[in-house]
């Protein structure tokens, strides 16, 4: 069976999104851990989260990919920026624990002119003081397209990062289809080529979870805009065949795609189930 799901807010607490997640013919599910504009977070409600896993468990979800907000900058050159973003990580991962079993994804950040080589060694340091050898998540990367000055747009640059993080058995990488054309891998005419290099750099071992996006822009663009499925320069035959990959196909899938309302996200689930053999 095809894991897939999309974003889902996360205003009406745990049990809600995965009632949310259900009414779209979903199995799994991304949401933000807090505001992705804002700092705040909710007081813990244990009995909610409890419930949220009771139905993942009865309804037989797959891992849920909690997101970091994508304000957070690990490698910041600013001291108050990466302590902002290590307070942030430590206590997501803190409240995940209640959570256990599920996915953490984080955008490794952007270097703002210190180079690449001083971004990777702060994603690195700031890794090494956050993850604890007792949490109960797997903590992702996330594959960028090179926006700016962001670090992880090949996958050098990941597998760098994990060489200097200790404790990297925590640890494993979420490919974004979107930000990955956009960085100039061709998963339209090469994917295999281009599991091929993920896996001679990084190990497909580490590849937990697949962000599913159109693009709005052509390969190599280095833009990161999503488009729906379908309406992008990727195209519905492209990403369904990403769905069905060998190497792919039991991965968590989870729609980061632009829609007004619900009916865009089931539509989605909807079509790239039926493409899914
Ligand atoms: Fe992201
Ligand atoms: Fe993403
Ligand atoms: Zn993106």
């Not at 320069?233 to 990959?245: D, Q």
């Amino acid at each position: 069976m095809l894991h897939i799901g999309s974003h889902i807010s996360s205003a009406g607490g745990f049990e809600a999104m995965g009632r949310h997640a259900l009414l779209l013919h979903a199995d799994t599910f991304g949401f933000f851990t807090r505001n992705p504009r804002g700092s705040r977070v909710k007081a813990l409600d244990l009995e909610d989260m409890g419930r949220l896993q009771k139905l993942a468990r009865e309804r037989h979800f797959a891992q849920l990919v909690a997101h970091a907000p994508y304000t957070l900058n690990p490698c910041g050159a600013k001291d108050q920026v990466r302590e902002f973003a290590k307070m942030a990580m430590e206590e997501d991962l803190r409240r995940l624990d209640y959570l256990p079993g599920n996915y953490y994804n984080f955008h490794p950040g952007s270097h703002v002119g210190q180079g690449v080589e001083a971004g990777i060694q702060k994603i690195a340091d700031l890794l090494n003081q956050v993850l604890r050898e007792d949490q109960q998540t797997t903590v992702l990367l996330e594959t960028m397209a090179g926006k700016g000055s962001e670090v992880g747009k090949t996958f050098e640059e990941l597998r760098e990062i994990l060489d200097r993080v200790h404790g990297n058995h925590l640890m494993g990488v979420c490919l974004d289809t979107c930000h990955v054309w956009d960085a100039g891998y061709d998963i339209v005419n090469h994917l295999d080529q281009v599991l091929d290099a993920f896996d001679r750099t990084i190990g497909l071992a580490r590849l937990r979870a697949i962000h599913l996006n159109d693009s709005k822009n052509p390969m190599g663009s280095g833009k990161d805009r999503h488009a729906p499925i379908g309406e992008g320069y990727i195209g519905f035959e492209a990403l369904s065949r990403v769905t069905r990959h060998p190497a792919l196909r039991d991965l968590p899938f989870v729609l980061e795609t632009p829609h007004q309302e619900d009916q865009g996200w089931a539509e989605e689930i909807r079509r790239l189930r039926e493409a899914w053999h």
